[in-house]
Each structure stands twice: as structure tokens, then as C-alpha cells.
Nanobody, 119 residues
């Protein structure tokens, strides 16, 4: 049973930084893509960033490129999202998710962690 557990959310002022963590368990993820998504109140969930677990190749939404960095620690089976230069519009619940690289939709999701950026 795959489990994803996010942590690291909180309240931060605009311009500040936070690092989110996603601890993954239940299988080996060598052929998986690990992603971060977010959902703000009244809005649809949107893609933020993803990383190929094997190659460490990364993907970013244009809205976070240059400010957010996704990375992974193989030994800890953990994916991180370093968020710098945060803006109020980054306020959302952030979710970790994973899928096989060959699949076209994310299969497993975490419970989410709240990020609030004050102006």
C-alpha cells in the first residue's frame, strides 16, 4: 500500500520561504514520477512541480519556475519542495502525488499540507 505523507506547511510572510516534505512508502519508486500539486480556495487543483525518481529530471509550472525547487532523497524515500520568494497567491493546500511514468494520471495522493502566505 503506497502512502504519501506531507509535512512542512505553515504561515509565512510574502517573500519568505518554506520547505515541504513528502515521505513515500509502500514500494520502490524507481519507475515513478513524484509530483506536487496545489489547490487554492475556490480554484481547481493545479500542477506545481514533478521529479523523475530515477533520473531526477524536473518539471515546473511557469508560475513557480525560478522560485520553487523540487528534489528527492533516495535514502529517505522523500521528496522536497523548496519554496522561495513566496507570494500571497501561493496560498493553497499542497498535495504530494505519484504515478508510474507510463501512466497518464497520478494514482496515489497525500492528505495535503496548508501553506498560507500573508501580504
Amino acid at each position: 500500500q503506497v502512502q504519501l505523507v506531507e509535512s512542512g506547511g505553515g504561515l509565512v510572510q510574502a517573500g519568505g520561504s518554506l520547505r515541504l516534505s513528502c515521505a513515500a512508502s509502500g514500494r520502490t519508486f524507481s519507475s515513478y514520477l513524484m509530483g506536487w500539486f496545489r489547490q487554492a480556495p475556490g480554484k481547481e487543483r493545479e500542477f506545481v512541480a514533478a521529479i523523475n525518481w530515477s533520473t531526477a529530471y524536473t518539471y515546473y509550472a511557469d508560475s513557480v519556475k525560478g522560485r520553487f525547487t523540487i528534489s528527492r532523497d533516495n535514502a529517505k524515500n522523500t521528496v522536497y519542495l523548496q519554496m522561495n520568494s513566496l507570494k500571497p497567491e501561493d496560498t493553497a493546500i499542497y498535495y504530494c502525488a505519484t504515478r508510474r511514468i507510463s501512466d497518464n494520471k497520478y494514482t496515489y495522493w497525500g492528505q495535503g499540507t496548508q501553506v498560507t502566505v500573508s501580504a
